[in-house]
């Protein structure tokens, strides 16, 4: 019963690299979700996807991009990372207004 | 100002206390609402719906007051497993999703 998996757990990147975080859920959930979380903060909302094929903007989108492959993976990208994103990324789907969630991926930037 | 907002806490009581954290919220449009749990270093998990009737599930009572737009979360007889973050998070409906968006959490620890 995996429900929402995101790889890498963790990863560091220097300053300028890029890279893709992969989420994926088994439950048949229209709606994938990836949000930050830094100390203090909360979890904020950088993209969202309402269903396949559609992608919106969050609270924090800049220097993120995002790919709704299909109905089961949801994809974040850094082009060129700073050391502004480090940060505990959490991708999610819902059902009925329920969030479920990956167990996070720790990315820090040097 | 946040959307939702929680005070952060911590929150340090001692094993059996009954504790109360509440959370606001200023979008009178926000049609979902829940309590999430959060350990250290951990996703998220759902811990309790929260309705204008209210919700108890055992030693946790939650409620809502939508005029006030004010949601509260009762733990009775604290346990030391309690200790978490507690997250208030209210749902808006866009674009075809509802979106959820969190407080801050709040920090509770409970000692012996």
């Known amino acids: 019963n995996a429900g929402v998996t995101q790889t890498p757990k963790f990863q560091v990147l220097k300053t300028g690299q890029s890279m893709t975080l992969q989420c994926a859920q088994d439950?048949?959930?229209?709606?994938m979700y990836w949000y930050r979380q830094d100390p203090g903060m909360g979890l904020r909302l950088i993209y969202y996807s309402a269903s396949e094929g559609t992608t919106d903007k969050g609270e924090v989108p800049n220097g993120y991009n995002v790919s709704r492959l299909n109905k089961r993976e949801f994809s974040l990208r850094l082009e060129s990372a700073a050391p502004s994103q480090t940060s505990v990324y959490f991708c999610a789907s819902t059902y009925n207004t329920e969030a479920f969630f990956g167990q996070g991926t720790r990315l820090t930037v040097v | 100002r946040k959307e939702v907002e929680q005070d952060p806490g911590p929150f340090n009581v001692p094993e059996g206390a009954t504790v109360a954290f509440n959370c606001t919220y200023s979008n009178s449009a926000s049609q979902s609402f829940f309590w999430y749990r959060q350990d250290c270093r951990k996703e998220p998990k759902l811990l309790m719906s929260?309705?204008?009737s209210g919700n108890e599930d055992g030693r946790f009572t939650a409620q809502l007051n939508r005029a006030s737009q004010y949601i509260s979360l009762l733990i009775r007889d604290s346990k030391l497993s309690d200790s978490a973050t507690y997250l208030c998070?209210?749902?808006?409906?866009?674009?075809?999703?509802?979106?959820?968006?969190f407080g801050r959490g709040t920090s509770l620890i409970v000692h012996p």
């Open positions: 998070v209210v749902t808006l409906a866009s674009g075809g999703s509802y979106i959820p968006t």
């Open positions: 439950m048949n959930h229209n709606s």
């Open positions: 929260v309705y204008s």
